[in-house]
């Protein structure tokens, strides 16, 4: 089995708000693969003791093993006991009722000799390939179809569309927004491959119109996570007049995990 995990942050000098992991059971009869987009807060408006990283890294790790050592717990379980898990390891020294608590997109699949089963939840993506080489996204698209003028204001966003009905969701303190997650089950045999990135590595397709999925797939299977990301970063810096980027961040963390099964 083939694989690559690979993360660069939008800014050296900051710390990759990302997580990725691959677990591979001792058994050998399946795996798990997890993603995480940490949610960078405005500096003035954050009511956490913790920093996003320090909550990618526990929300990522639970994720980690309850996917791998929990294989009677349905993926959404998974989720909603890995976010209480780190809601109750700073809910005695934080306000996690405040819409900036620390969150993440998520991304999680699982495989095992007959089954892969998939999660998604806000803007990463998962891709993945069949052994003819389609391609299918899976996607949670519901902050794409929040109107573009309503995105313009944090506050807003925070106040009236965050983890709100009519909204979009992310993995902050609340297990129950698991429920809210895009899951299914595909059958081992009609999947080759998988591919998880993050927004920031997903811009080559979806800000900067380079190629489609099946492109972008193609690129991370021949020439590896590393070069997707060095071209995002070069399309990035040609875009002066913000023509693709718009309001958006120059540069994002960049994760990009890829899996032969």
Not at 22 to 34: E, H, Y
Not at 45 to 54: I, K
Not at 92 to 103: E, F, G, V, Y
Not at 140 to 163: C, E, G, K, Q
Request: aromatic fraction near 6%; include cysteine.
């Amino acid at each position: 089995m083939r694989s690559e995990l690979i993360s660069v942050p939008g800014d050296p000098a900051r710390p990759d708000e990302d997580y990725a992991s691959l677990g591979l059971p001792a058994s050998g009869q399946g795996g798990s693969l997890v993603v995480l987009d940490g949610v960078t807060p405005p500096a003035t408006d954050y009511a956490c003791l913790h920093s996003v990283p320090w909550f990618t890294a526990r929300l990522g790790g639970s994720l980690h093993e309850l996917s791998v050592s929990r294989r009677d717990l349905t993926l959404t379980e998974v989720l909603a006991q890995a976010i209480l898990r780190t809601a109750d390891a700073h809910r005695a020294t934080c306000d996690l009722s405040h819409p900036r608590t620390p969150q993440a997109t998520v991304v999680l699949a699982r495989w095992s000799p007959e089954s892969v089963e998939y999660l998604v939840l806000s803007d990463s993506a998962l891709l993945v390939e069949s052994p003819a080489g389609e391609v299918t996204p899976l996607l949670d698209d519901r902050l794409s179809r929040v109107p573009r003028a309503t995105l313009t204001s944090h506050t807003a966003t925070d106040a009236t569309l965050r983890n709100k009905e009519g909204g979009f969701f992310t993995a902050a303190a609340d297990p129950s927004v698991a429920s809210r997650a895009v899951t299914g089950t595909l059958p081992r045999s009609d999947v080759r491959a998988l591919a998880a990135l993050t927004d920031g590595a997903t811009r080559w397709t979806d800000k900067f119109h380079e190629g489609d999925w099946t492109d972008l797939f193609a690129l991370v299977r021949k020439e590896g996570g590393q070069a997707l990301i060095d071209r995002v970063r070069a399309l990035e810096l040609a875009d002066v007049e913000r023509k693709f980027l718009g309001r958006s961040k120059q540069h994002d963390d960049a994760t990009v995990a890829y899996v032969e099964l």
